[in-house]
């Protein structure tokens, strides 16, 4: 009996895809305990937008909450998203901060880290995945899935071949948009497993309709293991239901290590945690549901919304089939680059842009000519030369890799902040989000300075 492990996704990507990552640690605190015995391959629990909501909307420390969730799940195997070269930012940072990023998340308790880049740059991959081998941890190399004429067989099986290389431990399959159907997860989970000798990771989302369907494809071609949510948090914008999948994989005959007594004990917990998100608008009902658009128009369920609220704030809401139609041209004129943050929407406020100047690459935006500059990688095809040459007029583009004429930044800014941070740990989240973390900060002082007062005039 062949087995088959699932990745519970509630905590990170479930979370970050339908309630915009808004859980707070202590709200989910009460169940680590039954999500250490259920028997997952692995738990999701951190990277992707964690850190910065963290910071930026619930007053956590995101190190520390790290710490805690190692602490409540000695049995489990920790996994955090990276983006790469952009750790868990929105820009490329130097090697040094990249290197020290990576060691404070495992010696704070990750085990896996699934690493990433925007643009399957495997350059940009390098530094993170040497670091994690490193520190002894698991290097998940990750292909961002996505179709395009260049985005063959052959050339993921290529990226998957030089992964190998570099040392990955595993291979993820990422399907952000939830557009890889069936019979494509089927002939690339075989492609993979024929070419190289290691556990392959199958992810994807409920947006479009497909990722049953894609899952159970996947594990007929040997996928080892797949992402689930467990079910309250499940289908949607965010993964299938670990139950579910649990429940026709074994009636299919595999080796499922998950107990369902203990699972129901899981979903008992969260299905009235959902239901307040429901009653208070984080929630949408809108995510919830099933959108086939993305598969008509090969973008992505969340570009379309952002195209249709960008045109109603210009007052140019008739403009939206244009728009629509602008959007594959721009992503081809790009070099086909996979539709996830930040390229997605870099293409499609650009589509908008073109529709309305009435003169194509007439306005472009500054994350525009950095990525035409090579500022992101290497794009998967060539970017269009007479576009290239018109965003950037006539400056020439990088020849190398971007990260390689940045600054070492570390010990320059744990001098420059002092006492501010009182750990490495601190410093890397200035770096990340420099304004937000300044700011926790300063309440962290004034909530402790608080405590510090009461407790003496208790004595
Ligand atoms: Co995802």
Known sequence: MRKVQFTETVLRDANQS???TRLP???????????????????????????????????????????????????????????????????????????????????NGIDIIRIFDALNDLTNLKTAIEETLKWGAVASGTICYTTSPVHTLDNYVKMVKEMKRMGVSSICIKDMAGIMGPKEAYDLVSAIKDAVDLPVDVHTHCTTGLAFMTYLKAVE????????????????TSQPATETMAYALKQMGYEVTT??????????????????????????PKS????????????????LSNLMSQLKMMNALDRFDEALLETPRVRKDLGYPPLVTPTSQMVGVQAVQNVLAGERYKNVSKEIVAYCRGEYGRTPAPIDPEVQKKVLGGEEPLTGRYADTLEPAFEKTKAQLGDMARCDEDVLSY?????????????????EENVATYTIEEV
């Open 18 to 20: 339908l309630i915009a």
């Open 25 to 107: 640690y202590d709200v989910y605190e009460p169940i680590l305990e039954k999500i250490d015995q259920a028997g997952y391959y692995a738990v999701e629990c951190w990277g992707g937008a964690t850190f910065d909501v963290c910071l930026r909307y619930l007053n956590e420390d995101p190190w520390e909450r790290l710490q805690k969730l190692r602490k409540k799940l000695p049995n489990s195997k920790l996994q955090m998203l990276l983006r790469g070269q952009n750790l868990l930012g929105y820009k490329h940072y130097p090697d040094d901060v990249v290197r020290k990023f990576v060691e404070c998340s495992v010696k």
């Open 221 to 236: 071609a040997g996928a080892d293991i797949i992402d689930t949510a467990i079910s309250p948090f499940s289908g949607g």
């Open 259 to 284: 107990d369902d007594a203990v699972l129901k004990e899981i979903a008992d917990f969260f299905k009235p945690v959902r239901d307040g998100y429901i009653a208070d608008g984080t929630l949408m």
């Open 288 to 303: 919830l549901t099933t959108d086939t658009q993305c598969l008509t128009y090969q973008v992505p369920g969340g570009m």
């Open 431 to 447: 770096i990340a989000f420099p304004s937000l973390a300044e700011k926790f900060f300063e309440d962290r002082r004034a909530r």
